[in-house]
């Protein structure tokens, strides 16, 4: 039986993962989410920055919950991690920090400059600065979810799947209580074949492998996956293949109409969606 990766185009992978390509009016979403990101900074005169580590890019925006013991959301931006950065994604803070939550958004450094996995490890650090220190800005370490999209949503699954005695003695095995990806990569193989991203990623065979959380162990947090229902069947299969590779995981597996991989981002800040909701629900505010 065909199946995607059986396949021989370039074209048809290029085709299936460049979403920019995808969809046209790409520029004026990223302008939205600029705009929108820059008036939540604004409305957020409690907000800091902090660092995680030693590098430059290792720093991330805290917006503190309005009460102590509140849970924590953690959220990890997409750009196949080539490309944006946490400030282009501050609008997701607010909507959460008056649900009753505090919110943090890791940065991270870009390929080709690092590697998938250093990207990886940054995200293992960021993650356990916000353990050691949430209570400062009112979170509760014992109550951490992560959400990410696209890129943020691979890494939100590998923080749920992290080994996290092995990352550092005085870490929880359950660091990570649940995790929300929104149009999440968890098989990187075909990343490799799609020749407008694999130079930047410079994945191997192992490597791909090795990154995909579709291959590690099922972990024991809860994880609910979200896509939207206009983007390509690469997208669709992919949500599909997590939820099948972690039944005991994978408590929900939404499938957003009318959204493409872009505008479905929409669905986390609107308190109005089933998105949003879920969210909330993993954290414990719903």
């Excluded at 929900?252 to 609107?270: C, F, K, T, W, Y």
Aim: glycine letters at 6%; charged letters at 20%; proline letters at 9%.
């Amino acid at each position: 039986m065909d199946t995607p990766l059986d396949r021989p185009s370039p074209a048809w992978f290029d085709a299936q993962y460049n979403n920019r390509a995808r969809i046209p009016e790409h520029p004026s979403i990223l302008a939205h989410w600029y705009d929108e990101s820059v008036r939540a900074r604004a409305a957020s005169p409690r907000m800091v920055e902090a660092a995680y580590g030693d590098e430059p890019t290792e720093r991330l925006d805290v917006f503190p919950a309005t009460a102590p013991g509140s849970p924590v959301l953690v959220y990890i931006h997409g750009g196949y991690w080539r490309a944006l950065g946490k400030r282009d994604q501050s609008f997701i803070a607010p909507p959460f920090v008056a649900a009753g939550a505090m919110v943090v958004l890791p940065g991270y450094a870009l390929c080709p400059a690092v590697s998938v996995e250093q990207i990886v490890m940054q995200m293992v650090r960021a993650l356990a600065w916000v353990h050691r220190h949430a209570a400062e800005y009112g979170g509760d370490p014992r109550r951490i979810v992560v959400a990410g999209h696209s890129a943020g949503g691979h890494l939100a699954a590998m923080m749920l799947a992290c080994d996290w005695r092995a990352a550092a003695p005085d870490l929880p095995a359950d660091l990570v209580k649940a995790a929300l990806p929104i149009s999440g990569l968890f098989e990187l193989e075909p990343l490799r074949r799609a020749p407008f991203l694999a130079p930047d990623l410079n994945l191997t065979a192992a490597s791909a492998r090795r990154l995909s959380p579709a291959f590690m162990p099922q972990p024991h947090g809860r994880m609910v996956t979200v896509v939207g229902g206009d983007e390509s069947e690469e997208f669709l299969r992919q949500s599909a293949l997590i939820a099948q590779k972690w039944p005991r995981s994978v408590i929900g597996a939404e499938i957003v109409p009318r959204r493409n991989h872009m505008s479905v981002l929409q669905e986390l800040a609107d308190p109005s969606s089933r998105t949003h909701r879920r969210a909330l629900k993993l954290l414990r505010l719903a």
